[in-house]
């Protein structure tokens, strides 16, 4: 419990940095521009560690497929009907020659920052975490399957930090910035990560060096 007590408050810190200092100014460019520049593109990918398998000699493609393609769809789901077209999404990009292969996790991030409150990333460390939780391997092109699984385990952690009370402690530092959803969103992906292998003292080290070296301590239970 002491070491799942102590994760959580390394997720919820990870979480409000990383929204505050990246997350949120990233977000509010992609939306406020009607096209992605391929400027944009390059550090979004770096952002996501998406760099490597989206080389620059096909950037142009993948910049008219999110531009021409992507956000326009993305943003025309409803919100019930957006989790269940990501995949499908992500096997239309490639068809349009946007990527070289199907990449879900690329459109269900790229989703995020188009409507941050409704989708989650789908991260292998984030499955992993959430096959160690139910016992159960989630595909990585299954994003339904791990869009309801992460609700399920977003519900528990909001049980939990709202029953030691962390929620409510951590208040002046995520409510300014963010809505309790998108705060709990973003807690149980970093936890998740840990959960799912990331490294604990990269986290650690991260959080202490933004909140200071006694944060973890003091909200830990």
């Known amino acids: 419990m002491e070491t799942k007590s102590k994760y959580l408050v390394i997720a919820a ?15 509010q460019k992609l939306k406020s521009s009607e096209t992605m520049t391929l400027g944009d593109l390059k550090k979004w990918l770096g952002y996501w560690m998406l760099a490597r398998g989206n080389p620059v000699n096909q950037r142009d493609d993948l910049l008219k497929g999110i531009n021409e393609f992507l956000r326009p769809s993305i943003l025309s789901f409803s919100d019930d009907e957006l989790p269940k077209q990501i995949y499908s999404m992500a096997k239309q990009l490639k068809c349009l020659s946007g990527t070289t292969s199907i990449q879900t996790s690329l459109v269900s991030k790229f989703a995020f920052c188009m409507r941050p409150e409704l989708i989650v990333p789908i991260d292998k460390r984030a499955r992993k975490g959430l096959a160690l939780m139910y016992g159960k391997r989630i595909d990585a092109h299954n994003y339904e ?4 699984s992460f609700l399920l385990f977003k519900r528990e952690t909001a049980a939990e930090m709202q029953g030691s009370n962390l929620l409510n402690d951590l208040k002046p530092y995520w409510k300014k910035h963010m809505s309790v959803d998108l705060f709990l969103s973003r807690t149980t992906d970093k936890f998740l990560m840990l959960e799912g292998g990331f490294n604990v003292k990269s986290m650690e080290k991260n959080v202490e060096e933004h909140f200071g070296n006694d944060w973890i301590g003091k909200y830990q239970q």
Not at 145 to 148: A, D, K, L, Q
């Open 145 to 148: 399957s791990y869009f309801e």
């Open 13 to 27: 810190g990870e979480a409000i940095l990383q929204w505050v200092n990246k997350e949120q100014t990233l977000i």
